[in-house]
């Protein structure tokens, strides 16, 4: 069976996108992602990034802004090996599991010898400021156009718009969206354009993974597609929910679709 494959123009050029459960997922690798961040840069074009799982994917059935975020974005890409079975069992092989945490030492290892200039956006107190300095060590001559972590509340739309003057200010290639989901989405969505040209990625816990304040899933676990076992036992009280409730809803929902588009 062949997933219907759709391509939208005013996203990433020859990126096709596959509809599961009602958001778009792109076909992306590594590499090709890397070759379009060429492309955008080049162009100095406004654009943003999601990295979605099934808690995202569900979420998004009720949260009309999520969803609009999702629709609006210029790649989905598949965070979780959920997402990559069902799209290979729907007949969509070149595909492969793209997450936050994996995206961001990759641009910027790549982007040392382009010259890539990186704004880091979120986090709790403290922990772009650390973030900055231990990538800075690992990739030596990394260029960090700005950090800030605003407030754990609404932003009135002044305050917004300074802290979107301030990033056209450093003039970024990259601005890293570290407010957990779906807030970091809706701000992406919201404030797209607003950016002076950057791309903007939603990256969720990559600021505290690369900070090394908290530890990521052994490597085995990851391509196992049991990182979601090792989050929960660290933090059951805050994720129960997102693995235990959602993750079964989505694989009835996503299996259901699947019968479908094979009839």
Request: a positive charge.
């Amino acid at each position: 069976m062949n997933v219907t494959i759709e391509i939208n123009a005013t996203r990433a050029r020859h990126v096709p996108q596959v509809s599961i459960i009602g958001t778009p997922v792109s076909l992306i690798s590594l590499d090709r992602l890397l070759g379009i961040f060429d492309e955008w840069i080049a162009k100095s074009q406004d654009r943003y990034v999601v990295f979605r799982d099934v808690h995202g994917l569900i979420a998004a059935r009720n949260n009309p802004q999520l969803d609009r975020a999702h629709k609006g974005a210029d790649i989905v890409a598949p965070d979780g090996m959920p997402l990559v079975w069902t799209l290979r069992a729907g007949g969509a092989s070149a595909v492969s599991r793209l997450c936050g945490p994996d995206v961001l030492p990759a641009v910027c290892e790549y982007g040392l010898s382009r010259g890539w200039r990186h704004y880091f956006y979120g986090g709790a107190p403290g922990v772009v400021e650390i973030l900055s300095s231990e990538l800075v060590k690992k990739y030596p001559g990394l260029q960090i156009a700005g950090t800030q972590c605003p407030p754990f509340r609404p932003l009135s739309p002044e305050e917004n718009e300074i802290a979107c003057s301030k990033i056209r200010a450093a003039q970024p290639n990259f601005v890293w969206v570290g407010l957990g989901t779906p807030k970091q989405e809706v701000w992406m969505s919201e404030h797209r354009g607003q950016c002076g040209g950057a791309v903007m990625l939603g990256v969720g816990a990559a600021f505290d993974f690369h900070a090394n304040l908290i530890r990521r899933a052994p490597t085995w676990m990851q391509r196992a597609g049991l990182e979601w076992t090792y989050r929960l036992v660290s933090e059951p009280k805050r994720l129960w929910k997102r693995y235990l409730v959602m993750a079964p809803i989505f694989i009835v929902l996503a299996i259901r679709e699947l019968i479908h588009k094979r009839r």
